[in-house]
């Protein structure tokens, strides 16, 4: 049973950092993709950043050179260091995971497990 808990959320002013971390267990399978997901009301949920089981970052041109995801194999967490961040990042934050190799951890994962979100607001 794999279940993913975030935590790191809160609010910030415009330029600040913050760091969201999500702990991992269970086992998701022996290949697969963690990604940081984003919803902003009235939005659709938006994939900004994925890490593959080899370690192949991808983020998404929004906050490309800002967030930087990462994973820590020996606590089985997942980190999402944000920085420089604007108000248009505000949203509730999830990481997910997707089991199986896939060609984009980004754009062509399908994620089976989520967890239930921290929210992040820039003012």
């Known amino acids: 049973h794999v279940q993913l808990v975030e935590s790191g959320g809160g609010s910030v002013q415009t330029g600040g950092s913050l760091t969201l971390s999500c702990d991992v267990s269970?086992?998701?399978?022996?290949?697969?993709?963690m990604g940081w997901w984003r919803q902003a009301p009235g939005k659709k949920r938006e994939g900004i950043a994925a890490i593959d089981t080899d370690g192949s970052v991808s983020h998404a041109e929004s906050v490309k050179g800002r967030f930087a995801i990462s994973k820590d194999n020996a606590t089985n967490t997942l980190y999402l260091q944000m920085e420089s961040l604007k108000p248009e990042d505000t949203a509730q934050y999830f990481c997910?995971?997707?089991?199986?190799?896939?060609?984009?951890?980004?754009?062509?994962?399908?994620?089976?497990?989520w967890g239930q979100g921290t929210q992040v607001t820039v003012s």
């Open positions: 269970g086992y998701i399978s022996r290949r697969y993709c």
């Open positions: 997910a995971a997707s089991p199986g190799s896939h060609t984009s951890c980004l754009a062509g994962a399908l994620y089976k497990y």
